[in-house]
């Protein structure tokens, strides 16, 4: 093999990498300033989000037309490490974008003295290691890859590391982290024994355990408990909360728009495949298709831990007073919708978990950049700090209030359709699964309630008597780069563009929805 | 396929994942955690040998092969938890996870 045609499938991972190392390279080079590091990061995720959406267009979208009859061996092998598929180039796009916002947002920050190079650099190593997980065909693979994104987590957020509050999330986080990760390791070795393989297509393949039935049933008990602590699925949620609240903002905006749904992809490439087996070639009794039988043991699941994780993280939602801890329930709660797509399984409903999972990056990512935004404001962390913000802040409170909108699922925006194409996806697959978009409309229909509010204090109760707005406003920008207001060029762009992109694709959501919906039925039909 | 009494390995194996798991969520000094999360770490890695050891062959080598790469996974992690341990030391005078909580649930 040469090494261009090993090279080339990987040219957005080499970009990100080669962006990495240059920044790090500039530290060492006392090259510190933020702008440049984070023009250079903002380059890398950039020149990668075209190569993944070049790739979409051209490459595996044309062959769908032409799929070989041979459907495993047609996307993976049982030797392979990688696998392209094209809903795997659909998530790149979508961690991409959630990198470039950040790192956008990122770029008017005020300069720490030495610590931007850092920044950018750990975060352009997590979208790394989220790249590679959407390639992987190996089950250690694919944990060695979730775990580059956790560690470089952590590491982001105890960035601010004077500051008591996030070192403590970030405690909590490797603690937390480190124990899901041994847990999915050993969930991982039993399956290795039971299989005598860690390839995941190996494993669809297997006639039946080698030895000891036992081992699958725990080994993939550890790793869903594993993987659900990294998509902060309910009970293992707790916590999600405190990291969001006490990590940098921006870094919060991350975590939720992008590094937590590696945890939701993994249980794609894990559980899907078998939960697609049992509809396409039928049930048996368990262990006779090695994973497959497992199917409806994974969908009874996997539906218990969806519905939970909705509930609970509305409930607590409802109760919070902090606007971000209020998002970090709200964004629980998401996981859930998320997670009934994979649940149902068809080609639908994995698309309109995609489309959730994609609009999650402009509604709650880009929330997360304005609660950033506007803590430099000089505004408090608490929802009742907001009162007034439509009138002195005017764009950017409506900018929130479309993300607002957009997660309550309110028509004509990109949260609607999802949820739409979620849940009419799961009534058509019939059964049990009607009862989880009952759940998922309830839900919804709860979650207005501290949306509206939120909406409600900005618009609608007068500001406090001395804005707290005019003070903060210079000092919190950053020196270098003019202030759009405060709240710096970059930032400004982001939280723009989202919004566009939220009305924009509520919409006229065909073109985004069309090639989700291809890659979500090519994923279906080549069972991988 | 060798007759290595398989069960009692995994036994073992399980044994100590349960001792780090216990330590892990009973410890308060964060060194201490930290050995508790190498030793349920250690848990998967053995697992890895001896599945491989049983199995032998090439699919046996997969699992030799990996418990290697696991090794230095694990000691990147602690790499990580030993800096977050020195910057909280370094802000709150104190490794304590309990005396470290500002905030709540």
Known sequence: MDVASFVLPFLPEVVLLAATLLIFLLDVLHVRRTEIVGALAVAG????LLLVVADLRFAPLASLATLPAGRIDAVGSPTALFAFTSLGLVFQGVFLIATLLVSLASVSRPSDERGAPIFFGLLLLATLGMLLVT????????????????????????????????????????????????????????????????????????????????????GYGFLIAGLAFKATLVPFHAWAVDVYDGAPTDVTAFLAGGSKKVGLFAFFLVFLAPILFVRTVGGGSPFT???????????????????????????????????????????????????????????????????????????????????????????????????????????????????LLSLAGVPLTIGFVSKFVLFSAAVQAQGFFVWLAVAGLLNSALSVFYYARVLKVMF????????????????????????????GYGRAVAIGLSAALIVLVGLYPQPVLGAIQLAAQHFVATGA | MTDLPIVGFVALSAALLAIGVFGILTRRNFILLLIAIEISMNAAILNFVYFGAYLGGTPGLTGQSIAVVLVGFAATEVAVGLGIVLALNRVKGTINVEKATELRF
């Open chain 1, 289 to 403: 298709g090695a994973a497959v039988g497992l199917g409806p043991v994974f969908q009874l699941t996997l539906g218990v831990l969806a519905v939970l994780t909705m509930t609970v993280g509305n409930v607590l939602a409802l109760l919070q007073k902090e606007m971000k801890r209020m998002l970090a329930y709200s964004s629980i709660s998401q996981a859930g919708y998320m997670l009934i797509g994979i649940t149902v399984g068809t080609a639908p409903a994995i698309a309109g978990a995609t489309l959730q999972i994609f609009a999650h990056v402009f509604m709650k990512g880009a929330a997360f950049l304005v609660v950033g935004g506007v803590a430099a404001l000089g505004i408090g962390p608490l929802v009742d700090d907001y009162r007034g913000l439509g009138t002195r802040r005017p764009l950017l409170s409506v900018a929130f209030a479309l993300m």
């Open chain 1, 460 to 487: 609608f109760d007068p500001a406090p008597a001395a804005p707290a707005d005019r003070g903060a406003v210079v000092g919190a920008s950053g020196p270098s780069i003019l202030p759009a207001g405060g709240l």
């Open chain 1, 135 to 218: 390639v992987a065909a190996d089950l250690i693979f694919l944990l060695l890859a979730v775990e580059l994104t956790s560690i470089s987590t952590y590491l982001l957020v105890a960035y601010t590391r004077r500051d008591p509050r996030s070192l403590e999330a970030a405690m909590k986080f490797y603690i937390i982290g480190a124990l899901s990760t041994t847990l999915s390791f050993f969930g991982a070795s039993l399956l290795y024994g039971a299989y005598g393989t860690t390839n995941l297509y190996a494993i669809r393949l297997a006639a039946g355990p080698v030895g000891f039935p036992v081992l699958v049933l725990l």
């Open chain 1, 45 to 48: 995720a950039a020149v990668a």
